[in-house]
């Protein structure tokens, strides 16, 4: 696919770390599945990786987690 941003580059299968903030709470998420652009480095996540990245996240906050590190996993 293109990338959005850049308009120059396409991208390719990969993996990278989503860092989500909120409030106090900081979750990092290592190894996310995404599409990676090999030219700026944007990536974009499908959408079932999306839910459950935010699902994540949204647990992360409701434990009052100051920072939160985790490994993807479907």
Do not use: H
């Amino acid at each position: 696919m293109k990338c959005q941003l850049c308009k120059n580059g396409t991208t390719e299968k990969g993996s990278v770390t989503v860092t989500l903030e909120r409030g106090i709470t900081v979750v990092l998420i290592k190894n996310v599945p995404a599409d990676i652009c090999e030219n700026c480095g944007e990536y974009y996540l499908d959408e079932e990786t999306t839910y459950n990245i935010l699902s994540k996240a949204e647990t992360a906050a409701q434990n009052n987690a100051e920072v939160e590190i985790l490994q993807y996993a479907a």
